[in-house]
């Protein structure tokens, strides 16, 4: 019988939580045990911690091997797979060379990490903790940005079909930000390089946008934010590529089932819901249709920065304190996989994906919690596109159904 695991400390700075499986890959790469609460938690601590990435020496063997290269490129379009030894846990693919960095124009406000990739605003260690009251002003900053944040995901949405390449959607929401005068938040975010993140099929979050065609049947969750006017407004839904609904059920369930687990969580959202509460919510939802809630990322505060107090884990029995109060701002985006809640990242450092290369689909909103309930700031629009479907029923064995 295996020894139990013994609670670990979050790695974060000043961070009181008890850490999750989430780890720092630089630190998973070189074998050094480093593991944090939520991928915010790590973001908002990576300019810190990152001083303990002790650079490469060259050793004689170094001199002696030659350090593997990514694959060749195909000679008929240059395309590639950066890690070619990689072992992967689906079918999917990265297809490089990823377009050069999309510009933003001075003209456009930009957060304080556009230059080196740093949040310096979300390190900062006093109040770090505290969950910030927006007033009137700000509450209507945050609605504008959320409304033409809604607008920038609803034309990525309408470009979504088979053949087109997730760095075409990228380009987008990239001319959709610019015509709106708006930064896209993603872009050079703690060192992300496009303006939105797209992940396809077992990809659970932070999906780099690149060569690869959609194709008939998958699926792809575009999560967009944009900064305007001093604030940031959050959104992602996951669409179906082509006759998608029709060609894969395990697709359909997944995908209306982490809708669903949006939906009722926000039913909860008012003054004095406890933070720990959605995730009691989203598990018993998904685990009724057999489904899974990936621990290793939460829902966040949001309003003047990106990511901010309070985390809004998704899992049942979490232990996250806190309670909701008028004029509070923050997302719920859970994360629902057909088989394991496990994830794994890719090299980039990015790209999380299932452990077991199954299917994983994700929604999220931006709230504003009232005097008497939830104020949905990027609720869809009558025309925005995708929209539930049915879940087919599971088709019955030949003798039960004679």
Not at 292 to 315: D, E, M, R, T, W
Request: aromatic residues 6%; glycine residues 6%; neutral net charge.
């Amino acid at each position: 019988m295996a020894a139990a695991v013994a609670p670990r400390k979050c790695t974060g700075v000043e961070c009181p939580n008890d850490a999750g499986t989430l780890q720092c890959p630089t630190c998973l790469k070189a074998g050094t045990d480093s593991f944090f609460c939520s991928q915010d938690c790590f973001k908002r601590s990576w300019g810190s911690h990152k001083a303990i990435h002790k650079p490469k020496s060259n050793t004689i063997l170094s001199n002696i091997f030659t350090p593997k290269v990514v694959s060749e490129p195909d000679p008929a379009t240059g395309q590639y797979n950066p890690f070619p030894t990689y072992p992967f846990t689906g079918s999917l693919r990265p297809v490089y060379p990823l377009s050069s960095r999309r510009p933003v124009p001075q003209s456009i406000p930009h957060p304080d990490y556009a230059n080196d990739g740093i949040p310096r605003s979300e390190q900062k260690f006093v109040g770090r903790h505290n969950v910030a009251i927006l007033n009137k002003e700000e509450q209507e900053g945050m609605r504008k940005v959320c409304r033409l944040a809604r607008e920038v995901l609803d034309l990525a949405a309408a470009a979504v079909k088979p053949g087109v390449t997730t760095d075409y959607i990228d380009e987008v929401v990239h001319k959709a930000c610019m015509e709106r005068e708006s930064y896209p938040s993603p872009l050079n975010y703690v060192h992300f390089p496009k303006s939105v993140c797209t992940s396809v099929n077992e990809t659970i979050c932070h999906g780099i946008p690149d060569q690869r065609p959609l194709k008939d049947g998958d699926i792809v969750n575009i999560d967009v934010t944009l900064y305007h006017g001093g604030f940031h407004g959050d959104l992602n839904e996951t669409y179906y590529v082509g006759d998608a609904a029709k060609a894969n059920p395990e697709a359909v369930r997944v995908v209306e089932t982490a809708r669903e687990c949006l939906d009722k969580s926000i039913e909860l959202v008012k003054p004095g819901m406890l933070f720990r509460d959605p995730g009691n919510v989203i598990e018993k939802h998904a685990k009724s249709r057999n489904c899974s809630v990936v621990k290793s990322y939460c829902g966040h505060g949001i309003n003047q920065l990106f990511h901010c107090a309070p985390n809004i884990p998704h899992y049942a029995k979490n232990k996250t304190v806190g309670a909701a109060k008028p004029g509070m701002c923050f997302t719920i985006e859970p994360m629902i996989n057909i088989g394991t809640h496990r994830d794994k990242t890719w090299p980039d450092d990015w790209t999380s994906v299932t452990a077991d290369g199954s299917l994983s689909a994700q929604f999220e909103h931006t709230l504003l919690v009232t005097e008497d309930g939830v104020e949905v700031l990027t609720a869809r629009l009558p025309e925005s596109p995708g929209g539930a479907i049915p879940i087919p029923e599971p088709s019955q064995p030949a003798e039960a159904a004679a």
